[in-house]
């Protein structure tokens, strides 16, 4: 009943069936997920998606299970908001904020992946679920994992920011700290996915995981009224999201609910961990890795997997790929707080900062339209602004000392 | 003395189970062609039309070939050769300091 016809070898084309697997046998590329298109067509339109709950589930066709969905069910469809204040500070005409920031139930696109990873899951019959990951993906995994009665190993870098365990123990999952930076963890936790037989949402459920994200990419269509936008700017860690947004673009216009797509696809990086930016300048085919030193944690990939096609997607598009300081990146987040009322973790201020240095060059024009990527919520990293707030006023309790500070704001 | 040749264990099958294997000075695409005459099928593996393939790193006294002269990197006796498959796009990235 699903519309999943099977797994396909990016780089050779083997295919294989649809099984927890996630490497060609052959020549070790990436597997994807293929669907029969001409089968979703007839039954997924505008009309029957605009019918649906407002879930990342209304686009379920698209989407890699074979029954209903079992885990997420109140997961994706945030808002689109129309950041008229931040377009005004930027100088462009029209500028769109997606703002996973408030994805249910941990605030970050995480919940998209996973609800899509643990549903695909359950249909292969596991009874524990596991993952590598920067924060935000463990608490993700560790919410949806106990909701869905899941037993949990989360993997995470030992250096990680003490809100971002907090965030994940609360939900009681078997919580690891390895000492080594999130490509250590990442390559422990494959040989781990080797010997267990658990559902590594990112290793051997990788192929069904990922698709997920492309919830995000169909939201923006529909939400800018079933049209896509000139220009998409998105973080990138290790790629996958960027790679997804503009598939999800280009599933809609395959199965005719969009009728044009000239969108560019830009990649946004911190300085610090700019595998694939770098790579997009250059004009280079190979993505060098690097050791990750940036203050946003969660894009901090020096060996990014879908680095490549990140790149390649920037291409075929005609986008860029930029990177920003970790200055920079507060700047970011800050701007967007103070103008759109949105506090984005630190991949936001490097979405935000790279939208700006990207209009400032040229490359996003100031007449176009443009919807960056918000894909984090900051009240899970707030010690990266540590002492770089504004300050608050403190005075005694007497008006007097009120009305003092009331002269010094100047009003 | 020849080059040493380290096999990662998906291709162990085609070299009769050694992790380790002697190729022969020259190139590092004249290497993997010799190695196809002794162990047939692994060339296929690795490479595709002259080029390595793009899951499969392989490392030349532990540098990334595609930072010396990719396929025309020189090997010579004395020499190790890594091949180690990327799994998607370098999870399993040999361990050397970056």
């Not at chain 1, 597997?31 to 605009?50: G, P, W």
Request: proline share 5%; aromatic share 8%.
């Amino acid at each position: 009943m699903g519309y999943v016809s099977g797994l396909k070898c990016r780089e050779c084309g083997r295919e294989y069936p649809v099984d927890p697997i996630y490497v060609c046998e052959f020549c070790f590329g990436p597997l994807e997920v293929v669907y029969d298109y001409k089968k979703i067509k007839k039954v997924l339109t505008r009309k029957s998606i605009e019918k649906r709950p407002k879930s990342l589930w209304r686009y379920k066709e698209l989407l890699p299970i074979d029954g209903e969905p079992q885990v997420g069910l109140n997961s994706g469809f945030t808002p689109l908001i129309k950041a008229d204040n931040l377009a005004k500070v930027l100088g462009v005409r029209e500028l769109y904020v997606k703002d996973d920031t408030v994805a249910h139930p941990t605030l970050s696109f995480k919940d998209r992946v996973v609800a899509v990873a643990l549903t695909k899951a359950k249909e292969f019959g596991f009874d524990t679920v596991a993952c590598a990951s920067t924060g935000n993906l463990a608490h993700s995994v560790s919410a949806h994992g106990a909701k869905a009665g899941f037993k949990r190993f989360v993997f995470i870098p030992a250096t990680l920011e003490q809100s971002k365990i907090t965030a994940s123990l609360v939900y009681e999952p078997n919580l690891v700290a390895v000492d080594g930076n999130y490509d250590e963890v990442n390559r422990l936790c494959s040989e781990i996915a080797n010997k267990y037989k658990w559902a590594f949402v990112n290793i051997n459920i990788r192929p069904f995981y990922a698709e997920g994200s492309k919830t995000h990419g169909f939201e923006i269509i529909e939400q800018l009224g079933w049209k896509a936008p000139d220009n998409v700017v998105v973080p990138c860690a290790s790629g996958s999201l960027l790679t997804k947004v503009w598939k999800s673009f280009k599933e809609f216009k395959e199965i005719g609910i969009l009728k044009e797509l000239e969108t560019k696809v830009f990649a946004a990086q911190a300085t610090g961990c700019s595998p694939i930016s770098v790579a997009i300048k250059q004009g280079s085919d190979i993505i060098r890795p690097v050791r990750p030193n940036t203050l946003a944690k969660s894009l901090a990939i020096g060996n990014p997997a879908d680095g490549f096609y990140a790149a390649q997607v920037v291409k075929e598009t005609g986008g860029y790929g930029e990177d920003v300081s970790d200055d920079e990146i507060i700047e970011g987040m800050k701007l967007l707080a103070k103008t759109e009322g949105i506090f984005a973790e630190t991949a936001g201020g490097v979405t935000v900062a790279t939208a700006k240095k990207l209009i400032e060059q040229g490359k996003i024009g100031r007449n176009e339209t443009t919807v960056v990527c918000i894909t984090g919520n900051g009240l899970k990293t707030q010690e990266a602004l540590a002492g770089r707030t504004a300050e608050m006023h403190h005075i005694k309790p007497n008006m007097d000392a009120f009305e003092e500070i009331l002269k010094k704001i100047g009003r | 003395m020849a080059v040493k040749v380290r096999i990662p264990t998906p291709l162990q099958r085609l070299t009769q189970g050694k992790e380790e294997v002697e190729g022969k000075q020259g190139t590092v695409i004249e290497l993997i062609n010799d190695l196809e005459a002794k162990y047939p099928g692994i060339a296929e593996r690795i490479s595709e039309g002259g080029k390595v393939r793009r899951f499969v790193n392989i490392y030349v006294n532990e540098e990334d070939i595609r930072f010396l002269q990719a396929e025309q990197t020189p090997v010579k006796d004395g020499d190790e050769v890594s091949i180690v498959p990327a799994i998607a796009g370098g999870e399993h990235q040999q361990r050397r300091d970056l």
